[in-house]
């Protein structure tokens, strides 16, 4: 009988030890594996590289790809034997969105092109998730603000020691950008919004670096953020300063207030716009407006208009060749020289239609934002940084296209900032567990009914 309970013991202090270095395991290759993931998200493989288009079918960067690739194997395979929940880490709202992008490739323009992005998005977000999952929060914060300071310095080098740093001509003539800062990457947008999020990181739930050094590197950062002339990343910053500050104080037991104000302050959105429809109407007419924005917009309405439903496939409306839609459209320096149409929504209703939009606005902003305002025990310097984060990829995505944008610098951070929020709204209590099983349970009720009509 004794040497049965020894043996008993001893498989369970096995099966112990094994989890612990499971454990053990896996948060070291997610360590490596999120250093690797932010180096590809923030500097990329082919870093020093011009980034106009020419109108050539977008093969991407294989090497990033297969990078990509590898993290997703490496997390997987760390796992052992990974338990539904490692292996089923993306929400649901997110998964039906990505498998909705999937369904769009079956009437893309270029099925292939599209698939291959689409699984790539794919790829992002299960990693992101997962690192997040095995990291937690503080260390991916932690990796991310590390990563955001050393790109810094690069770009800082870039600009003082190499030309390359700072913008020349483009399309072979003089262009607006040119004497405008990007240090290693390649378009001065980017730099913009990685400065805007070193400031949002830095600012706010900022415990690991001294209040001297927090500052030294926000004022480092908005004085490139300047240099860049990055109006999109310098807007969108005020904003997202401005709710992170805002939302210091709320408490989740308070969120009828706040919902009352959030009531109003969509109203009095409404009544401006409606104000001022005639000037922006002329700005969307002007072909010069926005930096060229206004040739832009108009011209993915007016694809919208006749594709509203399906759009042109997922990732099937720029930078596939002579097939690509724009080309039907215009045959002028948009269609020549645009990678996408700046401005992420936009680009969505004419890729994945109206309900992909719908889907994608509801995943990738609402219900986080839901979540985020009420959860009750978040705690209320992280509530600021995930909402000035969330605030500002939205606003962003305005005048820049990064939604479901495989792996681009603001869906990767809007990705990490849903991730810690579901981690940390899964764990707190909140109105948003009740509205969550209710959206489930309208969700299962008419698979139930159609079984049971079978």
């Known amino acids: 009988m004794a040497t049965t309970i020894t043996a008993v013991q001893q498989r369970r202090s096995g099966a112990a030890r094994s989890a612990v270095l499971r454990g053990r395991r896996r948060y070291i290759v997610a360590n490596i594996c999120f250093a690797v993931f932010m180096w590809l998200v923030l500097i990329g493989t082919s870093p020093v590289q011009e980034w106009a288009f020419r109108g050539k079918i977008g093969e991407g960067d294989a090497v990033n790809q297969v990078l990509h690739i590898v993290i997703f194997l490496a997390l997987l395979i760390a796992s052992g034997m990974p338990s539904k929940r490692e292996l089923f880490c993306i929400p649901l709202g997110l998964a039906i969105l990505l498998a909705y992008c999937f369904v769009t490739v079956s009437w893309a323009i270029e099925p292939s092109i599209s698939f291959r992005r689409a699984t790539l998005t794919a790829i992002v977000v299960w990693v992101t998730f997962r690192q997040v999952n095995d990291l937690g929060p503080d260390r991916a914060l932690k990796i991310a603000r590390y990563a955001l300071l050393i790109l810094l310095a690069i770009n800082y080098l870039m600009v003082f020691f190499s030309p390359y740093g ?23 947008n ?14 706010f739930d900022n415990r690991q670096f001294p209040r001297v050094v927090s500052a030294l590197v926000v004022a480092a950062a908005a004085i490139f953020l300047y240099f860049t002339h990055s109006s999109t990343s310098e807007i969108s ?97 948009v269609a020549i020289y645009a ?70 610098m603001t869906q990767v951070f809007l990705l990490i900032a849903i991730a810690i929020t579901y981690r940390h709204s899964n764990a707190s209590a909140g109105a948003h567990h009740g509205l969550r099983q209710r959206m489930t349970r309208l969700v299962r009720r008419p698979a139930r009914l159609s079984l049971s009509r079978r």
């Not at 994945?352 to 025990?377: D, E, K, Y």
């Open 166 to 188: 700072i913008h020349s001509e483009v399309f072979g003539e003089v262009s607006s950008v040119v004497g405008d800062w990007r240090g290693i990457i390649p378009h001065k």
């Open 190 to 203: 980017v730099a913009g919004a990685a400065c805007a999020f070193t400031i949002l990181l830095f600012v």
């Open 237 to 333: 910053l005020a904003l997202a300063l401005v709710a992170g500050i805002a939302i210091r104080p709320y408490d989740a037991s308070y969120r009828v207030v706040l919902g009352i104000v959030l009531l109003i302050a969509a109203g009095l959105a409404i009544e401006i716009l409606l104000t001022n429809i005639t000037v922006l109407t002329d700005i969307l007419n002007d072909p010069g407006a926005l930096t060229g924005r206004g040739a832009i917009w108009p011209l993915l309405l007016e694809y919208a208009r006749d594709h509203l439903w399906t759009g042109a496939g997922f990732s099937s409306f720029w930078q596939i060749g002579a097939d690509s839609p724009i080309w039907t459209l215009t045959s002028g320096w």
């Open 339 to 408: 990678a996408h149409g700046h401005n992420g929504f936009l680009d969505l209703l004419v890729t994945i239609g109206l309900p992909g939009l719908i889907l994608a606005v509801i995943a990738l902003i609402v219900w986080p934002l839901i979540r985020l305002l009420l959860s009750q025990s978040i705690a209320k310097p992280r509530r600021s940084l995930l909402l000035a984060l969330i605030i500002f990829c939205t606003g962003h995505n305005l005048a820049e296209s990064s939604l479901l944008n495989a792996a681009s």
